[in-house]
């Protein structure tokens, strides 16, 4: 099983083996705090809601590259938008100068897709943001992880400004000659609030094709002494869903909660 995301917005396949079918959505509700749910064991495996879900978040991802033209607005191209950059020896948020135009889209026959550019930027730009008020322009703290995803079993622990959290995750891998897939994946967060401890329920999938959520960066996005977590909570190879978690903002029973996400399609 290969574990992979887009990177960008399309850096599209000049082949792709996936035709015109697109992932399915699945209906969800949202990220709410959960006790630790059990590995299941079961070998049926009903379709349970996809967390998170949605398009009613106030803030806006992408990436540079080429966008099918329902994953980008033309009310988009007059909007401020911000960038995470990544260097060498750290990561920044700041404002960044884009470049739109309609090209054909690469994939949809007749259709006119967006290319979306940065030509003044020399750092490489991890992801693109619009309307999340709360992210603080700056040097962000970041959380070094020894890994960026989790598959079922795995748990990875972190200190941030002197407090404990673990990331883990649950679910059934069944293998099959030359395949492997997960089944009611789910990741979680751990860490202390006011002080008692939450254990949040992060992502949830019905199953992972071919891909499995990765985490792009964790660390103090928002400046509230707190760690955040951008992350592509895909579940098929050829979905790319950069979803933005933040501590700012919280309900009482939440370490995190969305502020952003958007799907882009390969092919």
């Known amino acids: 099983m290969k574990f992979s995301y887009l990177p960008f917005c399309l850096f599209l396949f000049a082949a792709c083996n996936f035709g015109n079918k697109q992932p ?68 920044y948020y700041t404002s960044i100068l884009l470049q739109f135009s309609r090209v054909d889209d690469p994939v949809l026959e007749g259709e006119k897709g967006w290319q979306i550019d940065a030509p003044n930027t020399k750092d490489s730009v991890i992801s693109l943001v619009n309307a999340v008020p709360a992210l603080q322009e700056g040097i962000i703290p970041a959380i070094s992880l020894r890994n960026t995803t989790l598959k079922p079993g795995d748990t990875i622990a972190f200190k941030f400004n002197g407090a404990d959290y673990k990331l883990y995750a649950t679910g059934n891998t069944v293998k099959r000659p030359g395949d492997e897939t997960i089944y009611h994946y789910r990741l979680f967060l751990v860490g202390m609030k ?60 939440e370490l995190l909660h969305v502020v952003a996400m958007n799907d882009f399609v390969g092919c």
Not at 63 to 84: R, V
Request: hydrophobic content about 35%; some cysteine; charged content about 20%.
């Open 24 to 91: 399915q959505q699945v209906a969800s509700t949202p990220v709410i705090d959960t006790p630790k749910v059990a590995v299941d064991t079961t070998m049926n495996f009903p379709e349970i809601a996809a967390i998170p879900s949605g398009d009613h978040f106030p803030g806006s991802l992408s990436s540079l590259g080429i966008c099918h033209p329902e994953e980008f607005k033309s009310a988009d191209t007059a909007s401020k938008w911000y960038a995470i950059y990544r260097t060498d020896s750290n990561y």
């Open 194 to 253: 006011d002080g008692g401890q939450i254990t949040q329920l992060l992502v949830q999938h019905s199953y992972l094709d071919d891909s499995i959520p990765e985490i792009m960066l964790a660390g103090d996005m928002d400046g509230d002494g707190f760690p955040d977590i951008l992350m592509n909570t895909t579940y098929h190879y050829n979905l790319y869903r950069p979803t933005l978690f933040l501590s700012s903002g919280r309900s009482k029973t």
